[in-house]
Every structure is written in structure tokens, then in C-alpha cells.
């Protein structure tokens, strides 16, 4: 693998020829959460995984806290990993602050992209005057005060309320485990970015059909923001799942599976 690949532990399945679909995961995660989704795309797609800077299996020595003190940096690489791979009439699927890194790679490089799958969006976290962006300004800085204080507690008690689902506690198990495997001060440094960024002025520019994925009883980016992100992206579909919580690709990976193909082939 070139320099590029490995920053990003990229795994390329699927087939050669298909149309490529990269899956990219949200914070405190990586490309594992994709497991029972991404393989039903393996017969018909180029399937690219990848783990974001600072998560998984990815480079840390690649981490550079300038670079990725903004969205923008990990968008970058996003699109160094299409053209590496020479990709083209790319399908993003973001999860969670994903969803509005490829919103901000579609941006970069428009012609290499050519659908949008956005999988629990939220542009705007704190909420704003006359938008509901589903924590206040208060709830934030104690989100970020909390784990600066305490990495390991902070995940064992933030990842049962962002995964939902309390009748299935092996779900909150493994994104507990996730959170607490990410290096803190790199964690600390992306939840900063990830909870402080404003990116509802970029969702009018994007220009490729759009699915936008909305959970139930999601309470990190809530009914209201997921129709926020629809009415705000031209031509957008929006597709309510029963799925609870904010990870529908590991509490209800069929429904979520059957929901992109629904779009990719409608």
C-alpha cells in the first residue's frame, strides 16, 4: 500500500469494475462498525473502508493537530484516498461527523463524487437562535470539560446513551470499547472539533443525490436536525428508519443496508 492507504488503513474489497462506495465511521469509532453493512455491497460495488486519523488501525505518527484542528483536514483525506485509488462517481456514506466530512470533500473535489449517504447528520450541534441543534451551549462545554477530565469514564458513560438500544447492552459494550481504545488527546481534540463546528452553510452547495438517513429516539442528532439537513440540501431524499439510537449500522445493519439500496437504485 502506498504512504496515503496506510495513514488510513484502507481496506479495498468488492468488485473491481463496480461503482465505488466508501464508508467512512463517526467519532470514537472506526471502519469495523461497517461489518455488517458494507458486505452486501461487496457483489455489485469497489467497497473502500477506511479509518479516519487519529481512530482504529490508522497512522497516529499522522496526526497533526493543526491539520486535523478542522473538519477540512480529514475531508483532505478523504479525497487523497479517492485519487490514490483513482476512484470515480464515488457514493460517500458518512456516519456522524462523517456525514459533514463528505459534505466538506464533496466541496474539495466535486467531480470525483457523485452521491451522498448521510447517516445520522448533525451540522450544528449547539443549538443557535432559531435552530435546534439538540444540546445548548452549557451541555457542550460540559460534554468537553467531562472528558477532559475523565477519557475512560466519559466513554463508559456517554457511549449507552449515544448508542441507545439499553435492552441490547453488548451494542453500548463495543462502542464503550471503541471510545476507550481511541487515543484520549486525540479524542479530546476531535470531540472539540467534532461538537464546536457549524456547517449548516455548506449543506446548500451540495450537488449529488443525497440520502439522509434520520434514526429514532436519536439524541445526538435529533428528528428536528436530520429534517433541518433535508430541507437545506437541494433534491434530498429523507428516510426515517424504526432503527434507535444513533448507529443503526450495528443496531439494525439490514434495515440500514436496505435503506442505501433502496436509494442507490431508485
Sequence with gaps: ????????????????????IVFVHGFGCDQAMWRFVA????????????????????????????KYGSLRGYAADIVEVCRELD?????????????????LALQQAPELFGGLVMVGPN?????????????????????????????LGWSAQMAP???GNPQRPELAEELTNSFCRTDPEIARRFARV????DNRADLAGVAVPTLVLQCSHDVIAPEVVGRFVHAQIPGS??????ASGHVPHLSAPEETTAAIRAFLTG
Design 1 to 20: 500500500m502506498t504512504g496515503v492507504l496506510q495513514r488510513n488503513c484502507v481496506r479495498v474489497s468488492g468488485v473491481a469494475d463496480g461503482r465505488p
Design 39 to 66: 458486505p452486501d455491497f461487496e457483489v455489485d460495488h469497489r467497497v473502500v473502508l477506511l479509518d479516519l486519523v487519529g481512530s482504529g488501525n490508522s497512522d497516529l505518527s499522522a496526526y497533526d493537530p493543526q
Design 87 to 103: 476512484l470515480a462517481d464515488v457514493v460517500f456514506v458518512g456516519h456522524s461527523v462523517s456525514a459533514m466530512i463528505g459534505v
Design 123 to 151: 451540522p450544528r450541534y449547539i443549538d443557535d437562535d432559531d435552530y435546534v441543534g439538540g444540546f445548548s451551549r452549557t451541555d457542550i462545554a460540559g460534554l468537553l470539560d467531562a472528558l477532559d477530565a475523565n477519557h
Design 161 to 163: 446513551v449515544i448508542m
Design 194 to 197: 467534532t461538537f464546536l463546528s
Design 237 to 242: 431524499t429523507f428516510t426515517h428508519l424504526q
